[in-house]
Protein backbone atom coordinates (compact mmCIF):
# COMPACT_ATOMS: atom_id res chain seq x y z
CA UNK A 1 0.00 0.00 0.00
CA UNK A 2 1.48 3.49 -0.57
CA UNK A 3 2.04 5.93 1.74
CA UNK A 4 -0.52 7.86 0.33
CA UNK A 5 -3.59 5.48 1.66
CA UNK A 6 -1.24 5.01 5.11
CA UNK A 7 -3.66 6.07 8.30
CA UNK A 8 -0.89 7.62 9.84
CA UNK A 9 -0.85 6.96 13.44
CA UNK A 10 2.47 8.34 14.73
CA UNK A 11 1.89 11.81 15.12
CA UNK A 12 3.90 11.71 18.37
CA UNK A 13 7.02 11.50 16.25
CA UNK A 14 6.08 14.31 13.65
CA UNK A 15 3.11 15.71 12.63
CA UNK A 16 2.00 16.75 9.11
CA UNK A 17 1.37 20.26 8.68
CA UNK A 18 -1.77 22.74 10.07
CA UNK A 19 -3.54 24.21 7.30
CA UNK A 20 -2.94 27.19 9.57
CA UNK A 21 1.02 26.82 9.05
CA UNK A 22 0.35 25.64 5.58
CA UNK A 23 -1.18 28.69 4.59
CA UNK A 24 1.16 31.42 6.54
CA UNK A 25 4.26 29.49 5.76
CA UNK A 26 3.35 30.28 1.84
CA UNK A 27 2.68 33.75 2.60
CA UNK A 28 5.77 34.47 4.60
CA UNK A 29 8.31 32.80 2.16
CA UNK A 30 8.26 36.39 0.06
CA UNK A 31 8.27 37.81 2.95
CA UNK A 32 10.54 36.73 5.27
CA UNK A 33 13.72 36.27 3.69
CA UNK A 34 15.55 39.67 4.76
CA UNK A 35 18.17 39.46 8.01
CA UNK A 36 16.07 40.76 11.04
CA UNK A 37 19.13 42.54 12.28
CA UNK A 38 19.06 44.76 9.31
CA UNK A 39 17.83 48.34 8.55
CA UNK A 40 16.73 48.17 5.16
CA UNK A 41 13.07 47.00 4.13
CA UNK A 42 13.81 43.40 3.83
CA UNK A 43 15.21 43.64 6.97
CA UNK A 44 12.46 45.61 8.81
CA UNK A 45 9.89 43.23 7.46
CA UNK A 46 11.60 40.07 8.61
CA UNK A 47 12.01 41.54 11.53
CA UNK A 48 8.60 42.23 12.32
CA UNK A 49 7.85 39.16 11.39
CA UNK A 50 9.94 37.38 13.32
CA UNK A 51 8.46 39.51 16.07
CA UNK A 52 5.34 38.38 15.53
CA UNK A 53 6.09 34.93 16.05
CA UNK A 54 7.76 35.55 19.10
CA UNK A 55 4.32 37.59 20.58
CA UNK A 56 2.15 34.48 19.58
CA UNK A 57 4.19 31.61 20.82
CA UNK A 58 4.77 33.49 23.91
CA UNK A 59 0.78 34.44 24.88
CA UNK A 60 0.41 30.73 23.74
CA UNK A 61 2.54 29.63 26.48
CA UNK A 62 2.12 31.98 28.90
CA UNK A 63 5.04 33.80 28.49
CA UNK A 64 6.53 37.66 27.38
CA UNK A 65 7.86 37.40 24.41
CA UNK A 66 11.05 39.01 25.33
CA UNK A 67 11.41 35.42 27.35
CA UNK A 68 10.83 33.22 23.77
CA UNK A 69 13.34 32.02 21.43
CA UNK A 70 13.58 30.04 18.54
CA UNK A 71 16.28 26.78 17.81
CA UNK A 72 17.11 24.66 15.79
CA UNK A 73 14.78 21.61 16.88
CA UNK A 74 13.44 20.41 20.30
CA UNK A 75 16.53 18.75 21.28
CA UNK A 76 18.47 21.64 20.92
CA UNK A 77 16.20 23.69 22.76
CA UNK A 78 16.67 21.25 25.67
CA UNK A 79 20.50 21.06 25.51
CA UNK A 80 20.51 24.72 25.10
CA UNK A 81 17.88 25.69 27.75
CA UNK A 82 19.54 22.82 30.50
CA UNK A 83 23.38 23.58 29.71
CA UNK A 84 22.22 27.42 29.70
CA UNK A 85 20.75 26.84 33.40
CA UNK A 86 23.89 24.97 34.77
CA UNK A 87 26.35 27.40 33.27
CA UNK A 88 24.87 30.52 34.71
CA UNK A 89 24.67 28.58 38.20
CA UNK A 90 28.21 27.28 37.89
CA UNK A 91 26.86 24.18 39.06
CA UNK A 92 26.91 21.30 36.87
CA UNK A 93 25.13 18.74 37.94
CA UNK A 94 21.44 18.06 36.36
CA UNK A 95 18.44 15.89 38.56
CA UNK A 96 16.16 14.72 36.29
CA UNK A 97 13.23 11.92 35.70
CA UNK A 98 14.49 8.44 34.80
CA UNK A 99 11.82 8.60 31.56
CA UNK A 100 13.39 11.96 30.68
CA UNK A 101 13.18 11.98 26.57
CA UNK A 102 16.86 11.40 25.08
CA UNK A 103 17.83 14.75 25.16
CA UNK A 104 17.97 15.73 28.60
CA UNK A 105 20.20 12.27 29.07
CA UNK A 106 22.46 13.71 26.68
CA UNK A 107 23.14 17.17 27.83
CA UNK A 108 23.80 15.21 31.26
CA UNK A 109 26.16 12.60 29.33
CA UNK A 110 27.79 15.58 27.82
CA UNK A 111 28.78 17.47 30.89
CA UNK A 112 29.99 15.12 33.07
CA UNK A 113 28.86 16.14 37.36
CA UNK A 114 28.93 13.66 40.47
CA UNK A 115 25.99 15.66 41.02
CA UNK A 116 24.01 14.22 38.24
CA UNK A 117 20.73 11.87 39.77
CA UNK A 118 18.45 10.02 37.85
CA UNK A 119 14.95 9.80 39.79
CA UNK A 120 12.64 6.39 39.61
CA UNK A 121 9.59 6.36 38.33
CA UNK A 122 6.28 4.39 39.07
CA UNK A 123 4.66 1.15 37.31
CA UNK A 124 2.42 4.13 35.55
CA UNK A 125 5.60 6.24 34.87
CA UNK A 126 4.90 9.18 37.15
CA UNK A 127 8.73 10.65 38.64
CA UNK A 128 8.76 10.34 42.35
CA UNK A 129 8.67 14.25 43.40
CA UNK A 130 10.23 13.62 47.01
CA UNK A 131 13.23 12.13 45.85
CA UNK A 132 13.73 14.76 42.72
CA UNK A 133 13.71 17.60 44.97
CA UNK A 134 15.52 15.61 48.28
CA UNK A 135 18.60 15.05 44.97
CA UNK A 136 17.68 18.87 43.95
CA UNK A 137 19.16 19.88 47.62
CA UNK A 138 22.28 18.10 47.66
CA UNK A 139 25.51 20.06 46.87
CA UNK A 140 26.59 20.56 42.93
CA UNK A 141 23.16 20.79 41.24
CA UNK A 142 22.66 23.21 38.79
CA UNK A 143 18.79 22.47 37.29
CA UNK A 144 16.51 20.53 37.40
CA UNK A 145 14.32 18.80 34.41
CA UNK A 146 10.89 17.32 34.28
CA UNK A 147 9.17 16.97 30.98
CA UNK A 148 5.31 17.68 31.42
CA UNK A 149 4.30 14.32 29.82
CA UNK A 150 6.08 11.41 28.72
CA UNK A 151 6.61 11.08 24.25
CA UNK A 152 6.54 7.46 24.76
CA UNK A 153 3.46 5.97 27.28
CA UNK A 154 1.54 9.44 27.48
CA UNK A 155 2.09 9.97 31.06
CA UNK A 156 1.19 14.03 32.46
CA UNK A 157 3.66 14.78 35.28
CA UNK A 158 2.75 15.86 38.60
CA UNK A 159 5.01 19.30 37.86
CA UNK A 160 3.18 21.80 40.06
CA UNK A 161 3.45 19.71 43.26
CA UNK A 162 7.31 19.47 43.08
CA UNK A 163 8.52 21.51 45.64
CA UNK A 164 12.35 23.15 44.77
CA UNK A 165 14.68 24.32 47.08
CA UNK A 166 15.88 28.11 46.28
CA UNK A 167 18.00 28.51 43.42
CA UNK A 168 17.88 25.56 41.70
CA UNK A 169 15.94 26.23 38.66
CA UNK A 170 13.20 23.71 36.74
CA UNK A 171 13.45 23.43 33.53
CA UNK A 172 10.27 21.59 31.31
CA UNK A 173 10.07 19.84 28.47
CA UNK A 174 6.72 20.45 26.90
CA UNK A 175 7.49 18.59 23.58
CA UNK A 176 5.12 16.45 24.17
CA UNK A 177 2.46 18.27 25.63
CA UNK A 178 2.24 21.04 23.77
CA UNK A 179 -1.36 21.40 21.81
CA UNK A 180 -2.91 18.40 23.54
CA UNK A 181 -2.95 19.06 26.98
CA UNK A 182 -2.63 22.74 29.54
CA UNK A 183 0.72 22.97 30.20
CA UNK A 184 2.49 23.66 33.90
CA UNK A 185 2.44 26.67 34.99
CA UNK A 186 5.40 26.23 37.14
CA UNK A 187 8.47 26.21 35.35
CA UNK A 188 11.87 28.66 34.91
CA UNK A 189 12.80 27.05 31.49
CA UNK A 190 10.57 25.62 28.85
CA UNK A 191 11.04 23.53 25.84
CA UNK A 192 8.97 22.43 22.46
CA UNK A 193 8.90 21.55 18.98
CA UNK A 194 6.65 22.86 16.39
CA UNK A 195 6.99 19.55 14.28
CA UNK A 196 5.06 17.97 17.20
CA UNK A 197 2.23 20.50 17.02
CA UNK A 198 1.25 20.76 13.01
CA UNK A 199 3.87 23.39 12.72
CA UNK A 200 7.20 23.24 9.85
CA UNK A 201 10.31 20.72 11.03
CA UNK A 202 13.27 22.58 12.22
CA UNK A 203 11.43 25.10 14.97
CA UNK A 204 12.39 24.57 18.49
CA UNK A 205 11.14 26.93 20.99
CA UNK A 206 13.40 27.75 24.48
CA UNK A 207 11.76 30.17 26.67
CA UNK A 208 13.28 31.17 30.06
CA UNK A 209 11.27 33.47 32.48
CA UNK A 210 13.11 36.24 33.07
CA UNK A 211 14.73 36.66 36.33
CA UNK A 212 15.93 33.02 35.78
CA UNK A 213 19.86 33.02 36.08
CA UNK A 214 20.64 31.68 31.94
CA UNK A 215 23.30 31.92 29.51
CA UNK A 216 23.95 30.29 26.35
CA UNK A 217 26.52 27.25 26.89
CA UNK A 218 27.25 27.63 23.31
CA UNK A 219 29.38 29.81 20.78
CA UNK A 220 27.26 33.18 19.68
CA UNK A 221 25.74 35.66 20.94
CA UNK A 222 24.00 35.78 24.12
CA UNK A 223 20.04 36.19 24.72
CA UNK A 224 17.29 34.92 23.14
CA UNK A 225 17.16 36.43 19.91
CA UNK A 226 18.46 34.51 17.47
CA UNK A 227 20.32 31.17 19.18
CA UNK A 228 22.10 29.54 16.69
CA UNK A 229 22.77 32.05 14.28
CA UNK A 230 20.25 32.93 10.90
CA UNK A 231 16.51 32.44 11.88
CA UNK A 232 14.06 30.41 9.84
CA UNK A 233 11.77 33.53 10.05
CA UNK A 234 8.49 32.05 7.70
CA UNK A 235 8.91 28.80 9.54
CA UNK A 236 8.87 30.28 13.10
CA UNK A 237 5.73 32.55 11.96
CA UNK A 238 4.24 29.36 10.40
CA UNK A 239 4.79 27.55 13.70
CA UNK A 240 3.35 30.49 15.55
CA UNK A 241 0.17 30.06 13.41
CA UNK A 242 -0.15 26.44 14.16
CA UNK A 243 0.04 26.48 17.68
CA UNK A 244 -2.56 28.99 17.77
CA UNK A 245 -4.72 27.02 15.97
CA UNK A 246 -4.18 23.58 18.04
CA UNK A 247 -5.05 26.10 20.87
CA UNK A 248 -8.03 26.98 19.58
CA UNK A 249 -9.24 23.08 18.67
CA UNK A 250 -7.40 21.58 21.33
CA UNK A 251 -10.55 20.59 23.83
CA UNK A 252 -12.64 19.16 21.02
CA UNK A 253 -9.91 17.45 19.47
CA UNK A 254 -8.35 16.24 22.91
CA UNK A 255 -11.91 15.07 24.09
CA UNK A 256 -12.37 13.31 21.02
CA UNK A 257 -8.94 11.33 20.89
CA UNK A 258 -9.31 10.70 24.14
CA UNK A 259 -12.31 8.40 23.66
CA UNK A 260 -10.72 7.23 20.31
CA UNK A 261 -7.36 5.84 22.84
CA UNK A 262 -9.78 4.14 25.23
CA UNK A 263 -11.00 1.99 22.54
CA UNK A 264 -7.91 0.96 21.59
CA UNK A 265 -6.11 0.60 25.10
CA UNK A 266 -9.07 -2.17 25.48
CA UNK A 267 -8.65 -3.51 22.15
CA UNK A 268 -5.29 -4.00 23.16
CA UNK A 269 -5.42 -5.22 26.60
CA UNK A 270 -8.10 -7.94 25.24
CA UNK A 271 -5.23 -9.41 23.62
CA UNK A 272 -3.40 -12.51 25.49
CA UNK A 273 -0.10 -11.41 27.16
CA UNK A 274 -0.40 -7.67 26.37
CA UNK A 275 0.29 -5.08 28.55
CA UNK A 276 -0.57 -1.61 27.81
CA UNK A 277 1.50 0.74 29.82
CA UNK A 278 1.06 4.36 31.09
CA UNK A 279 -1.86 6.09 33.36
CA UNK A 280 -4.88 5.20 32.06
CA UNK A 281 -6.73 8.93 33.07
CA UNK A 282 -3.84 11.38 33.86
CA UNK A 283 -2.31 11.09 30.46
CA UNK A 284 -2.22 12.82 26.61
CA UNK A 285 -5.41 12.51 24.81
CA UNK A 286 -3.87 11.13 21.84
CA UNK A 287 -1.26 8.69 22.70
CA UNK A 288 -0.89 4.95 23.73
CA UNK A 289 1.55 2.17 24.03
CA UNK A 290 1.24 -1.64 24.62
CA UNK A 291 3.68 -4.42 24.63
CA UNK A 292 3.02 -8.08 23.53
CA UNK A 293 4.94 -10.86 24.41
CA UNK A 294 6.43 -13.29 22.19
CA UNK A 295 6.31 -10.68 19.28
CA UNK A 296 8.79 -8.28 18.21
CA UNK A 297 7.97 -4.88 17.95
CA UNK A 298 9.18 -4.49 14.60
CA UNK A 299 7.26 -7.43 13.31
CA UNK A 300 4.25 -5.88 14.80
CA UNK A 301 5.03 -2.86 13.03
CA UNK A 302 6.20 -4.32 9.41
CA UNK A 303 3.12 -6.13 9.66
CA UNK A 304 0.39 -3.57 10.23
CA UNK A 305 2.00 -1.59 7.70
CA UNK A 306 1.49 -4.34 5.01
CA UNK A 307 -2.52 -3.40 6.10
CA UNK A 308 -2.08 0.46 5.55
CA UNK A 309 -1.71 1.61 9.46
CA UNK A 310 1.78 3.70 9.73
CA UNK A 311 2.75 2.91 13.94
CA UNK A 312 5.87 3.42 15.77
CA UNK A 313 7.72 0.52 18.34
CA UNK A 314 10.69 1.57 20.51
CA UNK A 315 12.00 4.96 21.53
CA UNK A 316 12.35 7.32 19.16
CA UNK A 317 15.68 8.53 20.61
CA UNK A 318 16.52 4.54 20.34
CA UNK A 319 14.97 3.07 17.45
CA UNK A 320 17.25 3.13 15.21
CA UNK A 321 20.29 1.42 17.61
CA UNK A 322 17.39 -1.51 18.49
CA UNK A 323 18.37 -0.68 21.71
CA UNK A 324 15.25 -1.07 24.61
CA UNK A 325 13.32 1.93 25.19
CA UNK A 326 14.65 3.01 28.82
CA UNK A 327 11.21 4.55 29.26
CA UNK A 328 9.72 1.00 29.80
CA UNK A 329 12.53 -0.37 31.38
CA UNK A 330 12.60 2.27 34.05
CA UNK A 331 8.20 1.49 34.69
CA UNK A 332 9.65 -2.17 34.85
CA UNK A 333 7.21 -2.83 32.08
CA UNK A 334 8.10 -5.42 29.06
CA UNK A 335 11.04 -3.52 26.89
CA UNK A 336 10.13 -5.43 23.45
CA UNK A 337 7.00 -6.17 21.60
CA UNK A 338 6.05 -2.88 22.33
CA UNK A 339 3.86 -0.79 19.73
CA UNK A 340 2.99 3.36 20.05
CA UNK A 341 -0.09 4.40 18.38
CA UNK A 342 -0.68 8.44 18.89
CA UNK A 343 -3.29 9.93 16.50
CA UNK A 344 -3.92 12.85 14.31
CA UNK A 345 -6.24 15.56 14.56
CA UNK A 346 -8.60 13.98 12.03
CA UNK A 347 -8.34 10.26 12.88
CA UNK A 348 -11.69 8.89 12.70
CA UNK A 349 -13.28 6.33 14.99
CA UNK A 350 -13.57 4.12 11.21
CA UNK A 351 -10.04 3.97 11.46
CA UNK A 352 -9.67 3.33 14.90
CA UNK A 353 -11.67 0.04 14.10
CA UNK A 354 -10.10 -0.96 11.12
CA UNK A 355 -6.85 -0.75 13.41
CA UNK A 356 -7.90 -2.58 16.00
CA UNK A 357 -9.80 -5.52 13.96
CA UNK A 358 -6.15 -5.67 12.02
CA UNK A 359 -4.23 -5.73 15.18
CA UNK A 360 -5.83 -9.00 16.83
CA UNK A 361 -5.33 -10.32 12.96
CA UNK A 362 -1.51 -9.69 12.95
CA UNK A 363 -0.65 -10.42 16.69
CA UNK A 364 -2.44 -13.93 16.32
CA UNK A 365 -1.21 -14.43 12.63
CA UNK A 366 2.62 -13.78 14.38
CA UNK A 367 2.04 -16.22 17.54
CA UNK A 368 0.64 -19.16 15.40
CA UNK A 369 3.72 -18.76 12.81
CA UNK A 370 5.69 -19.20 15.85
CA UNK A 371 3.68 -21.95 17.49
CA UNK A 372 2.44 -19.82 20.19
Same mark, same amino acid.
Given at each position: ???????Y?????????? $????????????????? *??????A??????????????????????????? &??? %???DA???????????????????????H?????????????????? *???????????A?? =??????????????????????????? =?????A?????????A???????P??????????????? $?? =??????????????? *? &??????????????????????????Q???????????????? !??????????? *???? !????????????????????????? !???????G &??V???????????E? %??????????T????? !?????????????????????????I??????
Amino acid at each position: MSSTSEVYLDSASSTPLH $PAARDTLLAALDRGYGD *PRRLHAAGRDARLLLDNARAVVAECLGARPDEVG &FTA %SGTDAVHRGLLGLTAASGRDGIVHGAVEHSAVLHAAAWRPSPAHASI *PVDALGHVDLAALA =GAARLPGVGAVALQAANQEVGTVQRVA =GLDLPAGVPLLVDAAAAVGHVPLPRRWDALTASAHKWGG $PA =GVGVLAVRRGTRWTN *P &FPGDDGLDQLGGFPDVPAALAAAAALQAVLAEREEVAARQHAL !VDRIRAAAAAL *PDTE !VVGDPVARLPHLVTFSCLYVGGDEI !VSALARRG &FGVASGSACTASTLEP %SHVLAAMGALTHGNVR !VSLGRDTTAAQVEAFCAALADEVGRIRAEAGL
